[in-house]
């Protein structure tokens, strides 16, 4: 098999949740240990950085992965769901895993994966494992797929946790309140190993504090420590902090949502530093400038064209779309086009409530099964005073969008990980 025919039996073979979505969740750890023991336990040949959360893992992941290459460990990365090319779940110093590991690993092992019914995240954190290993990584920062308690990630033995923040998405697998999502998150929480929470809730709060103290693990509260004292933006959309250790640092990543994250990275590196990582104030200063190029991060409130301005961003749930909202409503603009999709398992009526009534809609669908159709998006926004019409896909929402756009307005790409996917896929056509 090719590389194209390999992710093709992937997808098929193995369930894809990014297409497919619950019919490809699978709990518990069964099928994770045999397929961990099978290929020799390859997790505990480096050190590891665990990341989970509702909103913010993937940044996080990113930016702290940026910090530990700009320091000169050999850094692995592996992050889900990937926006053009399958390969980005897993990279090296940036560099995302070969074409040929990928067909190696299905054609070598297939004979033993294949009665396990591996899900795709089972199967793609094994290959990934596997991949750091053999290529000798340094550390690893490992971002949880969904939840924490039975991610297949929650095997490894980390240096650290981190855990962004809680909201809701994902219900009919983590639960319907706050705190009973906050439990699977902190199932990632290891006996005597620091944990870093960004962001808490009075429900959630609780949850982690007894998580950690009945795993003796050092907790810290990022938004207690306060590293950041203030953020500001720089005419090209970059963040500029002014923290408790550095003045004037320059964040890539200009999203609204930055400077919690930026609180929880910063809490991060120090608890890394006093664990005995060797990262002063220029890696640091070269990871969150240089995190985009460094890690091949995309689709955080990402500036692809101008004039008209073209943005797109990722966030997906309540708590990413009210980022968004805020930052939408800063800018310079003369009217605002908004293209939305959405997927069929999100609380799609709470992100519609939070979007504004005054902009112009271009509602879409994403190239997935789970994507909700356009003409079902365009009903329900309907009963939030949100007016425009439907459009089969992105490219042909986007070529409506910029029909009817002057160079002064400002086009918004968003709902979903897949809108931005497809969006993307217009601009590297060739990954």
Not at 367 to 372: E, K
Request: some cysteine; charged content about 20%; glycine content about 8%.
């Amino acid at each position: 098999m090719n590389y194209s025919e390999t992710l093709t039996y992937l997808y098929n073979s193995a369930p894809l949740f990014q297409h497919i979505g619950k019919d490809a969740y699978k709990e518990g750890l069964t099928n994770t240990h045999l397929l961990d023991e099978y290929f020799g336990h390859p997790h505990h040949k480096f050190r590891t950085i665990h990341v989970a959360g509702t909103n913010g893992k993937g940044s996080c992941s990113h930016t702290i992965a940026a910090v530990l290459q700009a320091a000169g460990y050999k850094t692995g990365l592996y992050t889900s769901p990937h926006l053009i090319d399958f390969r980005e779940r897993i990279r090296v110093d940036g560099q995302p895993i070969s074409q040929e590991f990928v067909v190696d690993f299905v054609e070598q092992h297939r004979a033993f994966f294949e009665p396990l019914h591996p899900s795709f995240f089972e199967l793609t954190t094994a290959m990934a494992f596997l991949y750091f290993a053999q290529e000798e990584v340094d550390i690893a920062v490992i971002e949880v797929g969904l939840g924490g308690r039975l991610d297949c990630t929650n095997i490894i033995h980390p240096d650290l946790c981190v855990i962004t923040n809680i909201s809701f998405d994902h219900v009919q697998f983590l639960g319907d309140t706050l705190a009973k999502i906050a439990t699977e998150k902190a199932g990632i929480i290891k006996p005597q190993i620091p944990v870093v929470i960004g962001e808490t809730t009075p429900e959630t709060k609780p949850v982690f504090q007894q998580q950690a103290v009945e795993m003796q693990a050092p907790i810290h509260f990022a938004e207690e420590e306060h590293f950041v004292q203030q953020r500001e933006y720089t005419q090209e959309g970059y963040c500029l902090y002014q923290t408790t250790n550095y003045s004037n640092l320059i964040g890539e990543l200009g999203g609204f949502c930055q400077e919690k994250n930026t609180n929880t990275i910063l809490s991060a590196l120090h608890c890394l530093k006093q664990a005995g990582y060797h990262i002063d104030e220029s890696h640091i200063r070269k990871g969150f400038s240089n995190v985009c190029k460094l890690t091949g991060l995309m689709g955080r409130w990402q500036r692809l064209e101008e004039h008209p301005a073209l943005i797109c961003d990722t966030g997906h749930n309540v708590g990413g779309i009210s980022y968004i909202v805020q930052q939408l409503a800063i800018q310079k603009y003369n009217k605002l086009h908004m293209i939305i999709g959405m997927v069929n398992d999100k609380d799609i009526s709470g992100v519609l409530k939070l979007l504004p009534s005054d902009a112009a809609y271009y509602f879409t669908q994403a190239s997935v099964q789970r994507a909700l159709p356009a003409e079902k998006v365009k009903e329900l926004a309907q009963t939030f005073s949100l007016h425009g019409e439907a459009y089969p896909d992105v490219q042909s929402a986007l070529t409506a969008a910029k029909e009817k756009a002057t160079a002064e307005d400002l086009i918004f790409v968003g709902g979903s990980s897949f809108i931005v996917a497809d969006l993307l896929k217009m601009y590297h056509p060739h990954q």
